[in-house]
């Protein structure tokens, strides 16, 4: 089956790193979404890998190995308005995307 | 327009009516997609349509029926609403069905 997993909830200091990390199974590849999506609203687009190694945008980086069927997401400088739920999401060999249940990052003062 | 709408924000739907769900993009995506969103799931891919004229089952299209009869519009019909698909609802869509997707702002939708 295809499977994506996160961890549910993550907490962190502002100004700060912190890495939430993706593991995933699917039927074929093609490519690493992350999402970030605050409490109430819609998903919005953060990166996107589909070949080995590291992107960076900004204070956010992603990283892939898909060897290893794995990825991280990186957030430097923590601030508060980072407090949000992340998603991993996997395109599979059909071109849709397999989902997360998303990882509640927590900031705090 | 910019974007991705959706209606209605809410809404409170006794079990057995109908209700369609309504999405527009004024992007002039090909690609547009319907999930819903559960608590301690991730989201699910309910129906989606790669081109206008044609559609897709995704997930779980159980009780959900669309249409897209053109580029813009992408409605959500639940036939006989029960109360599992109490949820909140995403329109999506991107511009090649191959690349990121954009999200409409939601439905929360609760059968009663």
């Known amino acids: 089956g295809q499977n994506i997993d996160q961890p549910t909830e993550m907490t962190a200091t502002e100004g700060a790193i912190v890495q939430i990390n993706c593991t995933y199974q699917?039927?074929?590849?093609?490519?690493l979404f992350w999402y970030q999506q605050h409490a109430g609203e819609a998903p919005t687009f953060l990166s996107y890998n589909v070949l080995d190694g590291l992107e960076e945008k900004g204070r956010f980086s992603s990283f892939l190995s898909r060897s290893k069927g794995y990825s991280y997401l990186l957030l430097k400088e923590l601030q508060m308005k980072d407090s949000a739920s992340y998603l991993c999401?996997?395109?599979?060999?059909?071109?849709?995307?397999?989902w997360g249940a998303g990882t509640k990052l927590i900031i705090k003062p | 327009i910019a974007g991705i709408t959706q209606a209605p924000t809410s809404q409170i739907l006794a079990a057995g009516r109908r209700m369609t769900l309504r999405c527009t993009q004024d992007m002039r995506h090909n690609a547009m997609y319907w999930y819903r969103q559960d608590l301690g799931l991730g989201l699910r891919l309910i129906h989606y349509?790669?081109?206008?004229?044609?559609?897709g089952k995704g997930e779980v299209p159980d009780g959900y029926s669309v249409s897209r009869a053109n580029t813009d519009d992408f409605p959500l019909t639940l036939a006989s609403a029960v109360p599992s698909q109490t949820s909140v609802y995403f329109c999506?869509?991107?511009?090649?069905?191959?690349?990121?997707?954009?999200f409409g702002p939601g439905t929360r939708l609760t059968v009663l």
């Open positions: 699917t039927s074929g590849f093609n490519g």
């Open positions: 349509s790669n081109t206008a004229g044609t559609t």
């Open positions: 999401a996997a395109m599979d060999s059909n071109y849709q995307l397999i």
């Open positions: 999506a869509s991107s511009a090649t069905g191959v690349d990121e997707q954009f």
